[in-house]
């Protein structure tokens, strides 16, 4: 083969090789950037930091051991994070058909509290120390797995705390409710809520879901077929 034939070969091998994610124009975060500061505005270290509006993208997992630290932390409105198929990871673990957990703290998996616009989709959170995932206003959460974390599944934190849209999700063992806004106007479609520590969907509307075995009960108000146990926990 020529040195233009082998120079041809190795340019065509670069472009097939080039992740699909850099033309989607996303900002990658994984486990080997974390110590060195994944984006502009991130330090180093954990939590890794969004502190501009745009697309991110995992590459890794993110694991810790620590209970009480944060992974993602997002300080920008106007965020996505697509988990890109990885997990968020810490040392929680939650059992039995009365929820108890071990090895709890104050991290969480996302913490967007306050922010709006912020999505997250396509992974799994599993074994933070507080909560897995927390958003704020207009928030969009879509095929993810939130399991055997120490408070709750998803929490909703925002003044006024509107808007919100959860899709396809799948909620259990968390210690505290499985999905909950203290207060607001929020949607939980197609997703499978069970065996959490408290109420499973805590103060939100509910269409397609499944509820089952949680310690409290739901709280959800039925805007479409839900499947509930007991029936009466879907109004």
Partial sequence: MSIRARLSAVALLALTASPAFADRGARELSAECAPFGCVPGDSGGYPITLTEPGSYILTSNLTTTNANQTLIQVNADNVQVDLNGFALLGPAVCSGSTVSCTGTGI????????????????????????????????ARVEDVTITSNGALGVSVIGFGSVGGVFRRLSIGLNGDSGIGSVFGTHHVIDSTVVNNGNQGVFSMYCSQVLMSANDNGDSCTAIGPNRCSPSTDCD
Avoid: F, K, L
């Fill in 107 to 138: 991290g969480d998996g996302i913490s967007a509290s306050g922010r709006s616009y912020v999505t997250i989709v396509n992974g799994s959170v599993r074994g933070m120390g507080s909560d897995g995932i927390v958003v704020g206003n207009y």
